[in-house]
């Protein structure tokens, strides 16, 4: 890591030098980061793509302004977050609903589903594609809020810190926020493991 | 004490991120050896996890690591001219 840092160091000072080529190899390591980033925000292939694209260029064009007290890639992820809500308050605009009154209230159920047989579940079942399509639906399906937290510290594996600079909230909220999606796609993906995993022994037949 | 379920559910998360201190990890960790039912959702919620940084759950469009390169080899070009007519 400490080695990939003073490499990425090293390239942006050259670039910032004049060897311009160098920004794509710095940018390829983050090329994911930076489209499921966008993507958590428009849920959308395409604009994901294009907002991808458009943020790349961004951070090219604002190298000079990077600052090494933050990593390149938390940077590098605020970009990415403000060209996905730009383009979804665009998208908003004329729609009723604004992405600024989408907080977290105190009501809803976030306690998880019980269940006594996943351990059954052999880790096979992970590599099922189905179970895959069911998480990228769940995904998709949480409150913008969550699934943004969710996005950068389950998918990207920003630490919490870098999760709220990055999102401009707290390191509580980040918590609070991840907590809530975790739970909730656990409920959303346990009926259909039930219904997909094979038979059971018993009710509290798990092997240990 | 003895900690409920309930209680379990509410530090799951920061459970699973080492992030509770020593005294409640160790009573989440007593009453995780005879409960069934917080073994379970504790199990179910770390696979959604690995489910989730496999790269193959999220994948990328297809070319969209190429379409990006030139897009940008493009911008690139045109800083250079830029710079170039300074």
New interface residues.
Partial sequence: MRMAETNEAGLIARILGGEKELFHELIRPYERMVYLTVFSILKNEADAEDGAQVAVISAYRHLSSFRGDAKFSTWLTTIAINEGRKRLRKAKSAAEDSIDVEVEGHEGDYSPAPLTDWREVPLEALERKELREALRGAVAELPGIYRQVFTLRDLEELNVEETARALGITANVVKVRLHRARILLQKRLVPFLKTTAPARRGFFGRAL | MKLEC?HV??H???Y??N?VDAKLREEIERHLEHC??C???L???R????????????E??VG??K???E???K??ES??ENSDDK
């Fill in positions: 309930k559910w509410e799951i998360s920061e699973i991120d992030s069934e039912i073994s379970a959702i199990d179910s919620t696979n959604i996890l690995i489910l989730t940084a496999d790269d193959r759950t999220f990328l469009p969209y690591s379409r990006l390169h897009r940008l080899a911008e690139l800083s250079k």
